[in-house]
């Protein structure tokens, strides 16, 4: 997966950096075959802030996250959003029927059953 870090009214040090490629290949056990994720972090008046975009087949999914004190919370927050619509995205394409070939079917009975 590509990961593409964008800063905005901050510098995005290699802590940042780092922090962000760890919580982003994270989100990778969830589904498997992501393309691109693209994290914005930026300095709001009071706010650090931090929008994890995921691409990935079939699939586009956004998370935001917002802290007063400390970008890594927020980055947190973000992924931990994106993190949950992957897995409800997850359990939506499951399979939740048994396949038709393992299930055993009922026999029908015969007459001499039914009356006996």
């Not at 691409?55 to 935001?64: A, D, K, N, P, V």
């Amino acid at each position: 997966m590509e990961i593409r870090i964008t800063g905005k009214n901050m510098v995005v040090t290699e802590g940042i950096k780092e922090w962000i490629f760890r919580k982003a290949s994270k989100l990778e056990r969830y589904v498997p075959r992501l393309v691109e994720s693209h994290v914005i972090v930026k300095k709001e008046k009071y706010f650090y802030v931090a929008e994890v975009t995921v691409l990935g087949r079939h699939l586009r999914s956004y998370g935001e996250g917002r802290d007063k004190e400390n970008l890594y919370t927020a980055i947190d927050w973000a992924c931990e959003r994106v993190a949950k619509q992957l897995k409800k995205f997850q359990e939506k394409i499951k399979s939740h029927h048994p396949h038709a070939a393992n299930v055993r079917r009922r026999q029908p009975r015969s007459k001499e059953e039914v009356r006996g």
